[in-house]
């Protein structure tokens, strides 16, 4: 049961151009959701994150949607820049959860120069 | 360091053999989580220790795994009897209630059963 489903497992955009990367989920207890990156030989590294009571949240370049009534949440970073290039997982959280993530399987994004 | 840390990096086993992998968390996170990575997948939930609670086993896919934490500091994650589809990157992470649901990882170990 994926409670967490990124569907694209890979995306390639062009350096300076948006890079949308895509997640839905299907729990609705779910209402702390994040972005982690992770680089080939390294831990995942937090991003950026949205509370449900929210739709939005901006961190420099990068920005996290969250549609509620849809279950999608979307990232968004523009400009990319070509060391953007990872894999992105989208995680959830709820409060019966405590502080334990589910993740979703990661999108490949390459940002080409 | 400041980070979590695992060891070892990198381990090669045997099929049949025992593995034991070790993290150390951020000084002061009283929540520790194990998870791990096959090729091509997803993090996939292992264990979570909070506090002095029970720990959440729900995401053990065996009874060849366990996994001890000695207070709030050490844990050790145990495989037994290794299988070749145990080969993935386990990963450990921590939290503490001020970084709220934000947990930060180690670099993984890398295992695998040959």
């Known amino acids: 049961d994926q409670q967490v489903k990124q569907n694209s497992p890979s995306l390639s955009v062009q350096e300076g151009r948006i890079s949308i990367l895509n997640c839905d989920y299907t729990n609705s207890m779910f209402d702390y959701f994040l972005w982690y990156k992770k680089y080939p030989a390294e831990g995942p590294t937090f991003l950026i994150s949205?509370?449900?009571?929210?739709d939005k949240n901006e961190d420099g370049r990068f920005t996290v949607f969250l549609n509620k009534s849809a279950k999608h949440l979307s990232l968004h970073i523009v400009p990319s820049q070509p060391g953007d290039s990872a894999v992105y997982f989208c995680?959830?959280?709820?409060?019966?959860?405590?502080?334990?993530?589910?993740f979703g399987e990661g999108t490949q994004l390459t940002v080409n120069p | 360091g400041a980070g979590v840390s695992q060891s070892p990096s990198n381990k090669v086993t045997e099929k049949g053999k025992d593995v034991e992998l070790r993290c150390d968390p951020i000084?002061?996170?009283?929540?520790l989580y194990w998870y791990r990575q096959r090729l091509g997948q997803g993090l996939e939930f292992l264990i979570y220790f909070q506090g002095n609670s029970a720990p959440d086993k729900s995401g053990l896919p065996s009874d060849r795994f366990s996994a001890e934490r000695t207070g709030e500091s050490v844990s050790t994650l145990t495989i037994q009897r290794t299988q070749q589809e145990d080969s993935a990157v386990y990963l450990c992470?921590?939290?503490?209630?001020?970084?709220?649901?934000?947990?930060?990882f180690g670099e993984g170990s890398w295992l695998t059963v040959v």
């Open positions: 000084s002061g996170h009283t929540a």
């Open positions: 995680a959830a959280s709820s409060q019966t959860s405590g502080s334990r993530l589910t």
């Open positions: 949205i509370s449900s009571i929210k």
């Open positions: 992470a921590s939290s503490t209630q001020a970084s709220g649901n934000t947990i930060y």
